[in-house]
């Protein structure tokens, strides 16, 4: 007898519909787990980033501003690359903690204001992004150029050279992203009908080829991943070896061409810890890029394999950005004692603006025009305070 009864062993196949219904219940489903996952961290760590990442930067660029002429020529690059940070982490990280709070996009607000703003935006936002990365590239060869050749220092190693070079940076930057005033625009759907609403997009008008479609895309992953990549990595190999297989004290030779030569030996370790940490992290955005266009290109399905890559990686960024400036505080004692001197200043500034406003109103209480109304006013402020006010010296009252 044939058993009639449905068996577990030999499932019912599923039709065209039931298989499309759960293969959309199952994107929704992993579409939902994403966005808590990143909600998440864009609510609770990326303002632990915004916190931590204004007061290391705003700190380190304090103290290392101080150093760039009596102790290193890099401290000019490590200022602007904290201070063109902290603005990179301002601009995304901000946004999306600000769009985890209120569901507003302040960028996708901004870019859609006007063509002339969507253009604007993107190519600053661009540059600012390559300017980051090519100075990092420039601090690793000064730092080889220090423990390599430190006899070449004096004249490789200085700050007017270094002022030449973010120049150089900066034109060539702004120059290779010139593409964005064309092939970044916004599209509106009185004028395009393949949109539902306001977007600035890569465009890429008709009137260009498809070999400009092509190009752009591959200069970008070229100029801000593979070869800073490829150049961190290489100048950070040289100077690790050096530092490892070099016997003699590098003190006794840089002691001839540095004021502040403590300064320096202190300053050198954790600049090697950031250029090593950032070579990791373009390491993980090269392969990111990777994938997406091994993706683009082929059937393979890794949508979400990508999507928490990227989220792994934009977190991986914001924290290289914010505790990056703690390297520095962490293992350099002068940088420490500077910006808590630093610090010991600001607070003497605002207890002298304090004590001078105070000092404004009992300059009209004095033993010669002295009052039995005045006597008994400071008579209160005795009892109330349990000491007269200390004597500070005020000028310019």
Not at 9 to 34: H, I
Not at 115 to 137: D, E, G, M, R
Not at 244 to 267: A, E, M, R
């Amino acid at each position: 007898m044939w058993n009639t009864t449905l068996s577990y062993d030999y499932p019912l196949p599923m039709n065209d519909d039931q298989m499309y219904a759960d293969y959309w219940e199952q994107y929704f489903k992993k579409q939902d787990e994403f966005k808590n996952i990143e909600s998440g961290l864009s609510r609770y760590l990326y303002v632990v980033f915004l916190l931590v990442g204004t007061i290391g930067n705003l700190s380190c660029v304090y103290g290392l501003s101080q150093y760039c002429r009596t102790a290193w020529s890099v401290c000019f690059y490590l200022v602007l690359s904290m201070l063109f940070g902290l603005i990179e982490l301002y601009i995304y990280c901000g946004n999306l903690w600000f769009l985890s709070l209120t569901d507003k996009n302040l960028t996708l607000e901004i870019n859609i204001l006007s063509n002339a703003v969507c253009k604007v935006y993107n190519f600053v936002t661009t540059v600012l992004l390559y300017f980051n990365s090519w100075v990092i590239v420039a601090i690793s060869v000064e730092t080889m150029i220090t423990i390599v050749y430190p006899h070449r220092m004096y004249k490789m190693c200085t700050v007017e050279r270094a002022r030449s070079i973010v120049l150089l940076i900066t034109v060539l930057v702004v120059c290779l992203n010139l593409h964005y005033f064309w092939t970044i625009g916004l599209s509106l759907p009185e004028t395009n009908p393949d949109v539902d609403r306001r977007m600035c997009h890569n465009n890429y008008q008709p009137q260009l080829s498809d070999e400009i479609t092509l190009i752009v895309p591959l200069l970008e992953f070229l100029l801000d991943n593979i070869i800073p990549f490829i150049m961190v990595t290489v100048f950070i190999c040289m100077t690790l070896v050096t530092m490892i297989s070099k016997k003699k004290d590098i003190k006794f030779d840089l002691k001839k061409y540095i004021v502040d030569i403590n300064t320096l030996i202190q300053l050198r370790k954790p600049t090697v810890i950031m250029l090593v940490w950032f070579a990791i992290l373009k390491a993980c955005h090269c392969t990111e890029q990777t994938i997406r266009f091994i993706q683009s290109r082929t059937t393979i399905g890794l949508i979400w394999e990508i999507q928490y890559i990227g989220m792994f990686n934009v977190t991986l960024t914001y924290f290289f950005i914010s505790f990056k400036p703690l390297i520095f505080i962490v293992m350099c004692k002068q940088l420490r004692q500077d910006i808590k001197k630093g610090l010991c200043n600001i607070m003497k500034c605002l207890c002298r603006w304090d004590s001078c406003g105070q000092s404004r109103y009992k300059s009209y209480i004095t033993p010669e025009n002295l009052s039995p109304t005045a006597g008994s006013l400071m008579a209160v402020d005795k009892q109330s305070n349990g000491d007269l006010l200390p004597k500070i010296k005020c000028t310019n009252v």
